[in-house]
């Protein structure tokens, strides 16, 4: 009972009894129990008032409406916990600089960019049921502005244990999961060339324990780098990722941040293939002629290692990408591979989250002498091409090895200063050798020159 109702009850029993005191002398003992009756009874009446009033209060206290703006963004929502309503905004913008060194002969253009501009919104609709989705607007070649949508989705969710989730999502690749407000280096590794970008279709996720995660789903199946928003025939992927933290629940902090995962897809294709991959400047360096078309099984596997202890992280990945293909009646059987490991340490005394977040416990202040969060960054990958997808006569090749490279091997360093929670600048240097693709003959190659880019950032999230 509130405050206000136990006043008004003592107010009320106050003037009964003074009322009674006062009466005593005047009235007979039957007159004087009579106005007792009444008095008890007009005390339990404003008792009841005072109790329906708190009763109102407290489910106006459920579903009254608060909106929030802080440093994860802005939200409005009910603070109902049996029913909650709520919708929360979100936004990445990166500027990027690109600049390229002794390009001498593929004559790269310096340029500045808008590498991303996405907003996010996430809702809740009930106890059951949530929603994603997140948009990006980017420019043509023509110079005009474009929106594409990128992972959205609706998702039922009965349980702590089990999520039913359908739309457009991410399957495959440990850094490509990762959002893309969190990565160590401006662009992603070479392993990411061979996971779908996104597939569109159902899945069923959940949890065993704390240490285990399973995600299982069917998609229409899309070609690696590309998404496929309808599916061009009646061949699905199915897809399977699982996700093992085995010292989560332990004592040992230098291991509680260890995730081993394993994702697989594995479906048919008679039609698309990738459009081509790209190498960390984001050049494309491989792409199969045009007349090459799928023609039968595809199958992904991705093994990775990811480990995060303080202000230190490793990520440790390996993808292959199998695809039956042909051209000019030829069929091969392809199967390209990459991997990547990419570390990182916090020169302050701040800590890494898995996925990459990082929250500087002294944001910057000049007058207080705070700067924020400082990180270097390092990694090394390759790309390997399957030698079959050079074979052949020149209407039979899938590719020319002339004018695509066979495989690119790359070394990255970086360096990563968080601002505050939302904002971040990055820096870092590529270099990648490749093999093939710069000419000769397609007896005897000659290899593409090297890349060597520097990528600066400015990011801003929430």
């Known amino acids: 009972m509130s405050f206000r109702s136990r006043t008004l009850l003592a107010i009320a029993a106050g003037i009964a009894t003074t009322t009674v005191a006062s009466a005593a002398d005047e009235t007979s003992g039957a007159e004087l129990l009579k106005r007792i009756q009444e008095l008890d009874q007009q005390v339990k009446i404003l008792s009841r008032k005072a109790e329906i009033a708190d009763e109102a209060a407290a489910e106006k206290a459920k579903i009254a409406v608060s909106a929030k703006a802080d440093a994860s963004g802005f939200s409005i929502g009910n603070s109902d916990k049996n029913n909650p309503y709520s919708a929360k905004l979100g936004l990445l913008v990166q500027a990027d600089g690109r600049f390229w060194i002794n390009d001498t002969a593929n004559q790269q253009s310096n340029t500045f960019l808008l590498r991303r501009a996405q907003p996010t919104i996430d809702v ?56 893309s407000g969190n990565l160590a280096f401006p662009e992603r590794g070479l392993p990411t060339n061979l996971t779908p970008s996104y597939e569109v279709g159902f899945n069923a996720s959940g949890k065993l324990g704390e240490t285990f995660q399973w995600l299982v789903g069917v998609g229409n199946g899309s070609p690696d780098l590309t998404t496929r928003t309808a599916d061009n025939d009646d061949d699905k992927d199915g897809f399977l990722r699982v996700g093992w933290a085995p010292f989560k629940a332990g ?92 570390g990182t340490w916090l020169l302050t005394e701040d800590a890494k989250s898995p996925g990459g977040a990082v929250v500087p416990k002294r944001t910057f202040d000049p007058e207080t002498g705070a700067w924020g969060a400082f990180e270097v960054v390092g990694r090394v990958g390759e790309l390997r091409i399957d030698d079959a997808a050079f074979d052949g006569t020149t209407t039979q090749r899938l590719a020319n090895p002339t004018t695509q490279i066979a495989k690119a091997q790359s070394v990255g360093l970086g360096v990563n200063w968080y601002v505050n929670r939302n904002l971040k600048w990055q820096l870092a240097g590529d270099y990648t050798r490749f093999d093939g693709g710069g000419g000769g003959t397609v007896a005897s190659p000659s290899d593409r020159e090297s890349e060597r880019v520097i990528i600066g950032r400015l990011q801003a999230s929430f």
């Open 124 to 179: 809740q609709l009930g106890k059951f049921l949530r929603a994603r989705v997140q948009g990006s607007f980017n420019a043509t070649t023509a110079g005009s502005p474009a929106f594409e949508l990128l992972e959205s989705w609706a998702e039922f969710k009965p349980s702590e244990k089990l999520a039913i989730t359908g739309g457009r999502f991410k399957v495959l690749g440990q850094e490509y999961i990762q959002g």
């Open 251 to 342: 004592t040992n902090d230098l291991l509680k941040g260890l995730n081993l995962s394993f994702a697989t897809t594995h479906g048919y294709e008679a039609n698309g293939l990738t459009a081509g991959y790209r190498s960390p400047g984001q050049v494309t360096v491989f792409a199969y002629d045009a007349t090459a078309a799928a023609s039968g099984t595809r199958a992904r596997y991705a093994p990775a290692l990811e480990w995060t202890t303080g202000g230190a992280s490793v990520l440790a990945e390996y993808t292959v990408s199998q695809q039956d293909a042909q051209r000019g009646g030829q069929e091969q059987s392809l199967s390209h591979s990459a991997w990547q490991v990419v």
